[in-house]
Antibody
Framework: QVQLQESGPGLVKPSETLSLTCTVS????????WSWIRQPPGKGLEWIGY???????NYNPSLKSRVTISLDTSKNQFSLRLTSVTAADTAVYYC????????????WGQGTLVTVSS | QTVVTQEPSLTVSPGGTVTLTCASS?????????PNWFQQKPGQAPRALIY???NKHSWTPARLSGSLLGGKAALTLSGVQPEDEAEYYC?????????FGGGTKLTVL
């Protein structure tokens, strides 16, 4: 069964760049779509975007100017970069697998809390 | 900006039946929105329950079902168990972009 694990700094300063990596085990990243979702403390889920193993991607329009999702097939990892962060970007960030472009995510990581603060 | 609306909270008695709904600000929800449903318990990652309106994952309890109802996506829980108490989120597809609903807090009481 596929497993996903997020990793990266838990604290980022305002105006800097948030960078997270998701390591996939139990299956190859060279298929499927791979997503990032976030959840501010005490609030609901927000879809950030996805990348297909071919490299094509799609992002939430409200974040599109600041977000990049990339793949590293040699390491079976995919990554999230979010630039110019503010306190509003404080959230638990989840990585997840999306079987097709028309299906939601089936397998999720446990999530990692990123706090934006000076 | 597209908004997906769910009931903020619902209460159901153990053994009862409850239906959660998911509406789109763009109009009626159809199968072309590929509705998904997720369950989230405190401190845990969301768990996928339903995809493409009514399809279940291998781990989805048989007492849960997804459908389209009155222009909305719907999740029905029958024979509700105490462990069904959780937050439930729907997810809709808008031509390459996904939007989550605000979530429904289901209380089993």
């Amino acid at each position: 069964q596929v497993q996903l694990q997020e990793s990266g700094p838990g604290l980022v300063k305002p105006s800097e760049t948030l960078s997270l990596t998701c390591t996939v085990s139990g299956g190859s990243i060279s298929s499927y779509y791979w997503s990032w979702i976030r959840q501010p403390p005490g609030k609901g889920l927000e879809w950030i975007g996805y990348i297909y193993y071919s490299g094509s991607s799609n992002y939430n329009p409200s974040l599109k100017s600041r977000v990049t999702i990339s793949l590293d097939t040699s390491k079976n990892q995919f990554s999230l970069r979010l630039t110019s962060v503010t306190a509003a970007d404080t959230a638990v960030y989840y990585c997840a697998r999306q079987p097709t472009v028309h299906s939601g995510s089936d397998f999720w990581g446990q999530g990692t809390l990123v706090t934006v603060s000076s | 900006q597209t908004v997906v609306t769910q009931e903020p909270s619902l209460t159901v008695s153990p053994g009862g039946t409850v239906t959660l709904t998911c509406a789109s600000s763009t109009g009626a929800v159809t199968s072309g929105y590929y509705p998904n449903w997720f369950q989230q318990k405190p401190g845990q990652a969301p768990r996928a329950l339903i995809y493409s309106t009514s399809n279940k994952h291998s781990w989805t309890p048989a007492r849960l079902s997804g459908s389209l109802l009155g222009g909305k996506a719907a999740l029905t829980l029958s024979g509700v168990q105490p462990e069904d108490e959780a937050e439930y989120y729907c997810l809709l597809y808008y031509g390459g972009v996904w939007v989550f609903g605000g979530g429904t807090k289901l209380t089993v009481l």
